[in-house]
């Protein structure tokens, strides 16, 4: 069974940080990419970044880059999202996922985690 299970959302003002954590437990990640995605009220669920497991290769959407960083903790078996500069519009519920190939198509992804509201608030 493969676990996701994300932590760090909060409530956070406009121009501020915030660190978003992502745990993979249950099968070896070493081949998989970790990808945040994100879902704000009424709106389709959307890419924000992703990496890999074994080449260190990053993925930004154009909305969030240069603002987010995506990194992982081999040793953790942990991805992170560090958020900073925070905008109203990046208020919603973003969720770690995992897929064999890199994609930014939600159904590429084969395991997700529950989500972790993040709120900025103007």
């Known amino acids: 069974q493969v676990q996701l299970v994300e932590s760090g959302g909060g409530l956070v003002q406009a121009g501020g940080s915030l660190r978003l954590s992502c745990a993979a437990s249950?099968?070896?990640?070493?081949?998989?990419?970790l990808g945040w995605f994100r879902q704000a009220p009424g709106k389709e669920r959307e890419f924000v970044a992703a990496i890999t497991w074994n080449i260190y290769s990053t993925y930004y959407a154009d909305s969030v880059k240069d603002r987010f960083t995506i990194s992982r903790d081999n040793a953790k078996n942990t991805v992170y999202l560090q958020m900073n500069r925070l905008r109203p519009e990046d208020t919603a519920v973003y969720y770690c996922?995992?897929?064999?190939?890199?994609?930014?198509?939600?159904?590429?992804?084969?395991?997700w985690g529950q989500g972790t509201q993040v709120t900025v608030s103007s």
């Open positions: 249950g099968r070896t990640f070493s081949s998989y990419v």
């Open positions: 996922a995992a897929t064999t190939f890199y994609s930014r198509n939600i159904r590429e992804y084969d395991y």
